[in-house]
Structures are given as structure tokens and as C-alpha cells.
């Protein structure tokens, strides 16, 4: 009777050249390990991340990182691809359902920009501000409408929404000033000469002009301390030109970054 030979044994692709050791290999996911690699490559840029770094991140020793996905350049490569591909389905997921387009919009949003789960419900404006911030100015940043409210809105260092703090606007606090205190009138909100009003109109003036700036500058100065990197601060909205050449904390002024940040995912979603 002919003995049938042994099959030799089946290399598992999970985990290319790994060292032979003790024990059931360990087995990787790659597009959690590119996953991995993108949110290192992110918080610490390229040049900074290292192959220990990777490992580190990955749980793949080095070997395997080469086997898998080739040098830290190439893997850099695929990590976005990765990211792009899974954009670029998430964006055109929301045009698919018979389902209003803020409705669909939050949905896709919620898929790709937040990683901590929220119990409140968010601002489509707050949504295009944080996707217009991280494409024009990077990561981290925080971002100050000047609007009917005052919003203050946190991008983390891997792109991720992680909250922020919601103020009156300057006109909704000055109309309620003018309503309610007795002999006051409105004024033209524009930057006093000095801070000490010689004047009711100069008066009003430094109250609300330098007080927003003061506040604007106190409320981010305690967000950068919360923060990982060093937030770029952007102020948007249709008083950020008044706000920005008074407060000390305001880097970059874009009136209409909620309109870019809407332009931004239109175009994901039509990709040409």
C-alpha cells in the first residue's frame, strides 16, 4: 500500500518572513495595520516617524513591515490610498440613500471625522468649518466663528472633531446690552483708538470689541493647554476681521470657511 506523501505546510500570508519562534503565529490585519501607520504618520509627520515607531504602532516587527507593505515610504503611500479609497466610498455613500442632504452629510461626517462618541447633536457649519480648516491649514487647529454665535471648534492632531465651546455672538450680546440697560444707544462696532473710553460711544466700543478679543483669547489659550501640537487658530464668520486684529491668539482670518468646507465635499462626492 502506497503511503500518501504529507502536504507541506501552508505559509500563512498574515504574517510574511516572520521569524520562526514558539508558540501560533501572530496574525495581522493590513488595513488595521495601515490604519495604524496613518494616524502615527499624522500626529508625527513623516520625517519624524521611524520603522520602530511603525512597529511600535503596527505590532509588526520590522521584518514583517517589509514583507507586508515595503520601506517606510512606500508604506507611507499606502496608508493614504487606504484613506483615500475609504473616503472617497464614505463621500459618495451619502448621494446612494433617499435621505435629506444634511441628513446624509451627518452621517458620512460622523464615519470619517469623529472617533469619540457624542451625545450632542452638531452644527452642519461646525462640520464644513472643521473639514475647511484641515484642508487649508492642517492639523491641530481650532477654529472661531464669529457669527450669531461665538463657536470655538477643536481639530485634533489626527484630523478627528473633539469638541469645543459655544459663546453669544457680538452682535446677539450687544443688541441684548442696548435692549436692556437704560440710556445706551447702538453704535458702529469698529476698534476703539485706546482701550479707556473718553466717551459712551468709545465706551461701548472697548466694552465689546476688546472684551471679545479678551475672550476669544482666554477661551483658546485654555484649549491649546488641552491639546496635543501646537493649534493653528483660525477665525471665520462675518465679524472674524474685526475680532482678528484684536485678539493676540488669532493666526489666520477665512470669512467663508464653512463654504469652502461644504465645496470640499461636494467635490469628494463628484470626484471627476
Not at 14 to 19: K, R
Not at 137 to 162: K, M, Q, S
Not at 253 to 264: D, K, S
Amino acid at each position: 500500500m502506497v503511503q500518501k506523501s504529507k502536504k507541506p505546510p501552508v505559509t500563512k500570508i498574515d504574517d510574511p518572513v516572520a521569524p520562526k519562534r514558539r508558540g501560533r503565529p501572530r496574525a495581522y490585519e493590513p488595513d488595521v495595520a495601515l490604519g495604524k501607520a496613518l494616524d502615527l504618520f499624522r500626529k508625527d509627520g513623516f520625517a519624524a516617524t521611524s520603522l520602530d515607531d511603525l512597529s511600535a504602532a503596527t505590532g509588526m516587527n520590522r521584518p514583517s513591515l517589509y514583507g507586508a507593505f515595503g520601506d517606510k515610504r512606500e508604506l507611507y503611500i499606502k496608508s493614504y490610498q487606504r484613506y483615500r479609497a475609504d473616503a472617497r466610498a464614505a463621500m459618495l455613500e451619502i448621494f446612494r440613500d433617499e435621505l435629506p442632504i444634511r441628513n446624509r452629510l451627518q452621517r458620512v461626517v460622523d464615519r470619517n471625522l469623529f472617533r469619540e462618541k457624542r451625545d450632542y447633536p452638531l452644527a452642519l457649519r461646525n462640520i464644513a468649518n472643521a473639514i475647511g480648516a484641515r484642508a487649508h491649514y492642517g492639523v491641530p487647529a481650532i477654529v472661531v466663528d464669529l457669527g450669531t454665535a461665538t463657536t470655538f471648534d477643536c481639530i485634533n492632531a489626527r484630523g478627528e472633531f473633539i469638541g469645543g465651546a459655544i459663546a453669544p455672538g457680538i452682535s446677539t450680546a450687544s443688541d441684548a446690552l442696548l435692549n436692556r440697560a437704560a440710556r445706551l444707544f447702538r453704535v458702529e462696532l469698529v476698534r476703539p483708538k485706546d482701550a479707556i473710553g473718553r466717551d459712551t460711544v468709545s465706551n461701548i466700543q472697548s466694552g465689546i470689541v476688546y472684551g471679545w478679543a479678551g475672550l476669544v483669547d482666554g477661551i483658546v489659550e485654555r484649549m491649546k493647554a488641552e491639546m496635543d501640537g501646537t493649534p493653528r487658530v483660525i477665525a471665520t464668520g462675518g465679524q472674524a476681521g474685526l475680532i482678528a486684529n484684536v485678539a493676540r491668539s488669532i493666526q489666520d482670518v477665512h470669512e467663508h470657511l464653512a463654504f469652502e468646507g461644504l465645496r470640499l465635499l461636494w467635490e469628494r462626492a463628484h470626484p471627476s
